[in-house]
């Protein structure tokens, strides 16, 4: 599946057994040329708390803890199978819930906290720890996702992404979310903003202290990985 051009193999834990998830594995399995490709594996598993337990792997075989594409996009399979309007998807330290709207797939993405803030950028945490630029000339920072504004207003955002373990993507759910509160954070402003990502456009709201992401989903393909 893919949104905006961030794109994900889903496995699902719930109808078949899977091989044993080692970094070798999962950066196998992400390799464009070797594997199937993706930014990121999504593994589906049981869970007592809801539909299902969602696991997160970057393409460097490392655990990631958030990721908002993935949960609209696992979000939208369930509720297709499930045949509900509402799925709930655990996370290893929450509980997301999905729906459907007529503007997309939309996920509460919780909480997020500013733990930075300079003339330069703000280091934002939702699930995933992020660094958000408002200079166009960025510096690495591998503990982090880095999200790169290059235009804003009170409404819109332009911005670029560099993911930790996946590198240079065409979107970034929680990367779009952690953009509105840097924004949100230099202008005491609260309005929903559009994030515009190279591979497409996302909504951002919030309500009270919850952060919503919205955007439209699309299945790719199914079938069997001859691992």
Known sequence: MQAQGNDFVILDGMDNILPKLTPSFIQHICDRHLGIGCDQLLVLQPSNQADRLMLIYNADGSQAANCGNGLRCVGDLLMRKLGK????????NRIVEAKRTDKGIQVAMGQAYIEAMTDDYVDVLIGN?????FQQKTHPCPERNVETIHKYDDRHAVITIIERGAGETLACGSGACATAVAIWSKTATSNPLIIHMPGGSVIVSKVLQDIYLC???CAICDGIYYC
């Open 215 to 217: 955007g439209e989903v």
């Open 129 to 133: 720890a992020h660094r958000v630029y």
């Open 85 to 92: 309007d509402i799925v709930s998807i655990a996370l290893a």
